[in-house]
C-alpha cells in the first residue's frame, strides 16, 4: 500500500464501523456516548489492517512549520475566538475547553508544517460545521483553486487526506451506495480507469474503502476539504472522497458491471488526469442542459457562467429547474426560469447540487407562494461575555428570512424539489423554504446542514483581524457566528432535514443513464395530477 518505492512507518489499527471512524479525531476530546447497536455491528477487533503513513513524508513535504511561539499564537487564536463568539457548538461532539488542553500541547510539539497543519485540520473537522474553516495557502494553493500537482509523480504528491468529494481528480463521479460502496454515476470520457454508469468502486488495495478510513485517520493527514455539518452528510462526504485519495495507494478496486468481475486498476495511471469534473449527485435529463459540468466554469466565476438553467421536459408539460448555486446572477435567472414555467403541469426544481453564494431567489419565489411565509428563519447568537458554549439568543442586528407573495400570481400545481448531501449553506434555505409551498414535496436525501452564518475573519478578545491570519500570513479563516432556527426557535443548524421522499440513484438505472430521483418526481407529479 502506498507503494511508490519508498519504505514509511506503518500503523496497525483495527478496523471499525464507518460510522464511528467518521469521529475519531480526537476521541479523547470528544464528549462521551453510549455505543449503539448499529456500532457494534462492524468488524470484530481482531480484524486488523497494517498501512504505510508516509510519516517521513508528512514530517517534510511542505518544510518547518512557524516557530512555536507563532503557532501558539495562532492556536490561541482561534481556540479563544471560538469560545466567544461561536455558534455551533451544540452540532459537535467536541468539548471546547477539554480541546484546549488537548490540541495545544500537540500544536507546541508539531516542528514541521505537516504535523502542525494535520492537527489545525483535525481540529476544524471535528467541531463538524461547514463554514467553520481554517485552511493554509501553502496545503491549498491560493484560493479558490483547490491544490492538486497533478503532473508529480506518485512518490512526490503530498502526503494528505482529501475529504473533498464536490471534484473528481481520475474523472468519475461516484456517490454512496447503503452498504459503503460508491456508485460510478458520471464520467469523464477519456477517464483513465475506464470508469462507466453504473460500475462500483469497493476500495484500495484489496480492502473496502469503508475499513481504510480509520487507518487514515490514525495516521495523522493533514485533511483538506470542508466538513459537513451533519453526521450523515459525514459519512457521505469521506466515502465519496474516494475519488480523491488514489495518490495514497498502489490499486484501485472496482466491480465492473458489464462483466460482473472485480478489477484491480494501478493507480500509477489514474493521476495524471487533473479532472475538475463536477460531482454533484445528478444524471443529465433530456431536453435541459445543465448549467456547467467543471468546477472551473461553474465556480471561478459565476457571473459569467449561467448558475440556473431550465426547460420542459420531453413529451410532458414539466418544467425543470436546474440549480448549481445561489451565486453570480442566479437569483434573477430563476425568477426567469418560473416565470417561462408558469403554465406547466408540475415543477422539478434540481437542487442536488449548491455550494452556497446569496439568498437572491426572492422574486422567484414570490410567484410561486400565494400567501406570505413570515419569519420561515430566525438567527440566533452568542454573548460573547457568556461562558456557556450552548447558550444562544435572537441576533437583533439579522432580518428573520421569509417568502414576500406576489399577490397578482401563484403555483398551484405540484412542485418537485429534489435535494442531496453536496446542498449547503444557501442551498440549505432554499430547499427549506420552497418546501413551505402546500404543493411541494423534497425528493432524494438530506442537504449539507450548513444553516449558519460565518464570518470570514479569526477574533482574539473582541480583536478582528483580517485574513490571511496576521502572524503567519497563510492560514485562511472563518467560522459561524449565528445559526438558524425555524419560527418556533428550533435550531436547524446540523439537524439532517429529511426529504419527504426518501430515495436515491441506483445502479440499474445510473448504467441506464436514468436519474432515479428525477424518475421519483416525474412519477409523483403525475399522480397528484390525477395521470
Not at 457562467?305 to 435567472?333: C, E, F, H, I, M
Request: with cysteine; proline share 8%.
Amino acid at each position: 500500500m502506498f507503494g511508490d518505492g519508498v519504505k514509511y512507518k506503518s500503523v496497525k489499527v483495527t478496523t471499525v464501523p464507518i460510522h464511528v471512524a467518521l469521529l475519531l479525531v480526537p476521541i479523547s476530546c470528544h464528549r462521551a456516548a453510549a455505543p449503539t447497536d448499529e456500532q457494534d455491528s462492524g468488524p470484530s477487533a481482531s480484524e486488523w489492517i497494517e498501512i504505510d503513513c508516509m510519516s517521513d513524508r508528512v514530517e517534510s513535504f511542505w518544510g518547518d512549520a512557524p516557530d512555536q511561539q507563532t503557532r501558539l499564537e495562532i492556536f490561541d487564536v482561534w481556540w479563544t475566538g471560538l469560545a466567544h463568539y461561536f455558534a455551533a457548538f451544540e452540532g459537535t461532539p467536541l468539548d471546547w475547553d477539554l480541546a484546549r488542553d488537548v490540541y495545544r500541547p500537540r500544536i507546541a510539539e508539531a516542528e514541521t508544517q505537516g504535523r502542525y497543519q494535520a492537527i489545525l485540520s483535525e481540529i476544524v473537522f471535528a467541531l463538524r460545521d461547514g463554514h467553520t474553516v481554517l485552511a493554509s495557502e501553502q496545503l491549498y494553493g491560493s484560493p479558490p483553486d483547490p491544490y492538486w500537482p497533478a503532473d508529480l509523480p506518485l512518490h512526490e504528491r503530498p502526503p494528505a487526506f482529501w475529504i473533498e468529494d464536490r471534484i473528481s481528480a481520475i474523472g468519475a463521479c461516484v456517490t454512496p451506495l447503503d452498504d459503503g460502496t460508491l456508485l460510478v454515476y458520471r464520467t469523464d470520457e477519456d477517464n483513465p480507469a475506464g470508469l462507466v454508469p453504473g460500475d462500483v468502486v469497493i476500495g484500495y488495495d484489496g480492502e473496502t474503502w469503508a475499513q481504510l478510513l480509520t487507518p487514515i485517520f490514525h495516521c495523522g493527514f493533514p485533511l483538506i476539504g470542508r466538513p459537513a455539518s451533519t453526521q450523515a452528510g459525514q459519512h457521505d462526504k469521506l466515502l465519496g472522497a474516494v475519488v480523491n485519495n488514489a495518490h495514497l495507494f498502489d490499486e484501485l478496486d472496482v466491480w465492473r458491471r458489464e462483466s460482473d468481475t472485480l478489477e484491480s486498476i494501478p493507480t500509477d495511471g489514474l493521476l495524471g488526469l487533473g479532472s475538475d469534473l463536477i460531482c454533484n449527485d445528478q444524471l443529465g435529463v433530456a431536453g435541459v442542459d445543465p448549467p456547467c459540468s467543471s468546477w472551473d466554469d461553474c465556480y471561478l466565476d459565476p457571473y459569467s457562467t449561467p448558475q440556473v438553467t431550465w426547460g420542459l421536459l420531453p413529451d410532458t408539460n414539466v418544467g425543470y429547474v436546474y440549480v448549481y448555486s445561489w451565486q453570480g446572477t442566479a437569483g434573477a435567472l430563476f425568477a426567469e426560469a418560473v416565470s417561462d414555467l408558469m403554465d406547466t403541469d408540475g415543477l422539478i426544481v434540481d437542487q442536488r447540487s449548491g455550494p452556497g453564494g446569496e439568498l437572491s431567489w426572492g422574486a422567484g419565489l414570490a410567484l410561486l407562494f400565494a400567501e406570505d411565509l413570515e419569519q420561515a428563519i430566525t438567527f440566533l447568537s452568542r454573548d460573547p461575555d457568556a461562558s456557556d458554549y450552548l447558550a444562544l439568543a435572537p441576533d437583533p442586528d439579522l432580518e428573520p428570512i421569509g417568502v414576500v407573495a406576489d399577490p397578482e400570481i401563484e403555483y398551484d400545481r405540484p412542485i418537485a424539489v429534489l435535494t442531496g448531501p453536496h446542498v449547503g449553506s444557501a442551498g440549505d434555505v432554499f430547499p427549506y423554504l420552497l418546501s413551505r409551498h402546500p404543493r411541494a414535496r423534497r425528493f432524494g436525501r438530506p442537504t449539507d446542514g450548513r444553516f449558519g452564518l460565518a464570518t470570514h475573519t479569526i477574533a482574539n478578545s473582541g480583536e478582528w483581524y483580517p485574513e490571511p491570519d496576521p502572524f503567519s500570513g497563510d492560514l485562511l479563516a472563518s467560522f459561524t457566528v449565528a445559526i438558524m432556527a425555524d419560527e418556533d426557535g428550533a435550531h436547524l443548524q446540523g439537524v439532517e432535514q429529511q426529504p419527504e421522499v426518501q430515495v436515491w440513484l441506483e445502479p440499474d438505472d445510473a448504467a441506464a443513464g436514468v436519474d432515479t430521483v428525477v424518475d421519483a418526481a416525474l412519477e409523483w407529479i403525475a399522480l397528484q395530477n390525477g395521470d
